[in-house]
């Protein structure tokens, strides 16, 4: 394909800040000592510029908040999805979701992986310029300064997913109402009389993940219960850890009475290390997860958990994407939370054991 | 990008039972009618072509064989990979596959769904001529006679994973040993004693589906055991169907002691339906699956089931088309099974039960 280049427009830097600055291409060029065929080659991503004098049209382009026109033309009919990890089972909720808003606007989905760092590799920056989708949803990653920069020059929109960090105000998220969810869930074991509830939470640098342990805490306080430090263990969104720290709950001569898992697959090594132990699910101890993947309707018992719209918030998160690439469209909302809700099923169970503590 | 237009190499038809013909770029313009430059626009799925004109394009592309030299600059830092649908968990185990090696090799992964047609649509071939992976994997799909010619004549490879139905002797393909699975899975229930023992099939078109009830069928009949056909029940793969066709075997007066349960989802179906009934999993019932997906693991009890190595599968796979994509390339094998094996967890027991069958 050789989409015609698009018509140079000048343009005001959007950065806050910074007093406003507009070049064309030839301007650009000129500056930078090149030819402005040099200048476009570095926009396309082409591999045939020298590295330094790829630099100095990069740097040149970010300081002028150079931004390119919007041309469908110069456009390849993709989406790109960046997951953090692919490991996580809610992973295929999220591709359907972008996959059903890709294939009705006639896009295909370009998947990639940030393999555990927070923010995708440099190459990954470069590729994406070079392919030019018409936008990114970046799943729990975020972007960093130069890769903000780098889309930004190309007009190439991104939304950011169930944000791991904190993104930052001007950057378009669609999340999940993880605090509310935290909250619902504790309070439904509160209501069903348990007083000792232990929690197993995300990593802490997961704001989704501290959403959610403040609902637990924010439920236990309104209740008047007292929030236990001890019963609180640190997890990491793996079956693994909630099994882990599920033996080490359990284990505890005053073990709580329920706990909630942070997230489904915790809630299943919870299980596992509950069935290790001998306790019964719900007979001796409530468990509610977090995410309502598929599989909590399969385990037995059929789990309690707080439902994550996970496919609609991938779709969400795509047509925002969409909707901010289009020339002239200005979404109406840029930062979406999603409600959660409770799926009560057979996990948790009414507690009618000795009250420790009451207000 | 604009990349330098492939040098012409005169190419002799691969297609068995024709005449070899061969024809340069030049030559199959002069055919058409049209100028070499409408040729190429054709060959790189340029929208401003006419319809008619690049229908006579493609035919005589198509008659002539003509396939074009697979050079580097052509191509596009992509892979594609084709679901038959992504509603199923081992998805996320193929995807990894893929990513692994596309990654290794500076490559991103496109996705795609056939939607449950099993070949992608006329678009979705389009759509890879125009962005010019480095080839396609293809997960349970075909691909029709004018797709493989449309594929063929860019020289883009494709190799499909686990065949659902036959794809031809001269398809490369990635699958597993699956009669070996369904033989391995009913052996062992035999051998813990069980004479009764019902399988839920998948989809008949699917030849993987087909070759584990063989493997099934085969296990008994070297037992001395009967094949009662009343036993079968038909599948299409998905937990609800396990939960099903579960009550109706499970509901019999005469009903098996162990079923293999054709898949993993379908085993976890079963357990609900055996859940229902009040039959306890492994006194009461034993069951196999087949895949052995990280949920099996996690289920109480942990599941019995045949290990399907989808993530090797899927790396295999890539790393067959990148093979078949290099110049001169010719890789050893271009059908390839890989070991299934059995995994002994908790959800089979002997049976010591009354006899009904002997031999």
Not at 169 to 197: F, K, M
Request: proline share 7%; charged share 25%.
């Amino acid at each position: 394909m050789t989409p015609p280049e698009p018509a140079e427009t000048r343009t005001t830097s959007p950065t806050a800040g910074r007093s406003p600055q507009t070049a064309t291409l030839a301007e650009i060029a000129r500056e930078a000592g090149v030819s402005a065929p040099t200048v476009s080659k570095v926009l396309n991503g082409r591999a045939d510029v020298a590295p330094a004098t790829r630099a100095r049209v990069e740097d040149l382009l970010r300081a002028h908040g150079y931004r390119r026109r919007r041309a469908e033309a110069s456009r390849s009919p993709l989406i790109d999805l960046v997951f953090h990890e692919l490991e996580s089972a809610w992973a295929m909720e999220v591709i359907r979701g972008v996959e059903n808003v890709a294939r009705d606007a006639g896009l295909s989905v370009v998947l990639s992986e940030s393999a555990g760092r927070l923010t995708p590799g440099r190459t990954w920056a470069d590729q994406v310029a070079a392919r030019r989708p018409y936008g990114v949803v970046l799943v729990l990653s975020g972007l960093d300064e130069s890769q903000r920069a780098l889309l930004g020059s190309r007009s190439i929109p991104f939304v950011v997913m169930d944000p791991a960090g904190d993104p930052g105000a001007d950057v378009p998220s669609i999340g999940a109402t993880n605090w509310q969810g935290g909250l619902a869930a504790t309070r439904h074991l509160v209501e069903l009389g348990h007083r000792r509830i232990g929690a197993i939470s995300g990593p802490s640098r997961m704001m989704c993940s501290r959403a959610r342990v403040d609902g637990y805490r924010a439920a236990l306080e309104t209740a008047g219960l007292p929030v236990d430090p001890e019963l609180i263990m640190a997890g990491d969104f793996h079956h693994e850890t909630g099994y882990r720290q599920g033996l080490e709950l359990l284990r505890r001569p005053d073990r709580p009475t329920a706990v909630f898992a942070g997230n489904d697959l915790q809630a299943l090594g919870l299980y596992e290390a509950a069935r290790e132990l001998g306790l019964r699910i719900p007979e001796d101890l409530s468990v509610v997860g977090f995410d309502d993947l598929p599989v909590a309707r399969w385990v037995g018992p059929p789990l309690t958990t707080v439902r994550q719209p996970l496919t609609e918030m991938a779709e969400a998160a795509a047509k925002l994407v969409l909707d901010l690439g289009r020339e002239g469209g200005s979404p109406a909302a840029t930062r979406v939370e999603l409600a959660t809700s409770l799926v009560v099923r057979s996990s948790t169970a009414r507690y009618d054991g000795p009250v420790t503590s009451t207000t």
